[in-house]
């Protein structure tokens, strides 16, 4: 905050809470509501999860689905960049497309994170769903079937391109 020049009431005033607020977030480590947050992050020009790590942390599963392991907040949003070192590796596969999808799909055996796509959300402040296969016919396999659908179109990706 000093380095940009910010003080608690001026930052209080552009997220609209109180400059106590703010202190406490300063100096006792305390965690704005996820919202107020986001706010905070972008008058601040940086990442939220830089400011608050807790807020990357994965929380408990609703009892939506067995299937359902637990739901994460947000991901990385330069996934490419992360993984296009691991294009080369044996057993590793990464591939882009082309296709408009409402979520992003990232699969591992019996087990996939399932972005999903928010309008007026970006992706990596999206939830993600941390699946494991259940049962035939459920959650998982439903992503799955998609996953194989567009993955047979998609174009592998290699660490040089």
Not at 2 to 7: D, F, Q, R, S, V
Not at 25 to 52: C, F, M, N, S, Y
Not at 70 to 94: F, N, Q
Request: with cysteine.
């Amino acid at each position: 905050m000093a380095a940009g020049g910010w003080t608690y009431a001026a930052l209080a005033q552009q997220v609209e809470v109180d400059p106590k607020s703010v202190e406490r977030w300063v100096d006792l480590g305390r965690i704005p509501r996820r919202a107020t947050a986001l706010q905070a992050a972008k008058a601040l020009g940086e990442d939220v999860h830089a400011l608050w790590p807790a807020l990357r942390q994965a929380r408990p599963a609703r009892a939506i689905s067995p299937e359902l392991v637990a739901l994460y907040e947000s991901r990385c949003r330069l996934a490419l960049m992360h993984y296009k070192p691991l294009a080369d590796t044996p057993g590793i596969e990464v591939r882009t497309h082309g296709t408009t999808l409402y979520n992003s799909l990232y699969r591992a055996d019996d087990q996939q994170l399932v972005n999903a796509h928010i309008w007026g959300v970006n992706a990596y402040a999206a939830p993600v769903w941390h699946l494991r296969r259940h049962q035939e016919s459920g959650m998982f396999d439903t992503y799955a079937d998609s996953f194989d659908a567009v993955w047979a179109t998609a174009t592998p990706v290699r660490e040089e391109d």
